[in-house]
């Protein structure tokens, strides 16, 4: 399946279906975009994989130097990846910062809970 290049104004990168779209500001950095295309082609549609694929990937791009080279050079991309509920040409949703920061904020409540409840 052939997917469909934009760039949009919002975030590093995502893939809805067969488009993937990458944050303008990434037109001069050609290395980068190729890595992008290549994390976005890797996802399947949907699936538990999905979580695992970004997790590692995440990880992998923390110690890119270029990658980091580029976010500390435009700050606000770098907040605007960390957003999980953003509006850009609609509302749109990252699943996969949906369920890690819902599923940190419970395992902190439960943690501080016990804390008052016990102590």
């Known amino acids: ?3 469909k290049l934009i760039f949009g104004n919002f975030g590093i990168a995502y893939r809805y279906g067969n488009i993937i ?5 990434f037109k001069n950095e050609p290395g980068l975009i190729k890595k992008l295309i ?15 694929h970004d997790f590692k990937d995440t990880i992998k ?32 949703w990252n699943y996969y ?6 599923s940190t904020f ?4 439960t943690f501080g809970w016990y804390l008052w409840r016990f102590m």
């Open 38 to 52: 290549k994390h976005e082609q890797e996802h399947s549609v949907g699936s538990k994989m999905d979580f695992k």
């Open 1 to 3: 399946m052939k997917e």
């Open 21 to 25: 779209e990458i944050n303008k500001v």
């Open 97 to 102: 910062l949906v369920v890690l920061y819902l």
């Open 61 to 92: 791009f923390a110690f890119d130097k270029e990658m980091t080279r580029f976010l500390f050079k435009h700050p606000l991309v770098a907040v605007q990846s960390c957003m999980p509920i953003w509006y850009d040409k609609g509302w749109q």
């Open 106 to 109: 419970i395992m902190f409540y």
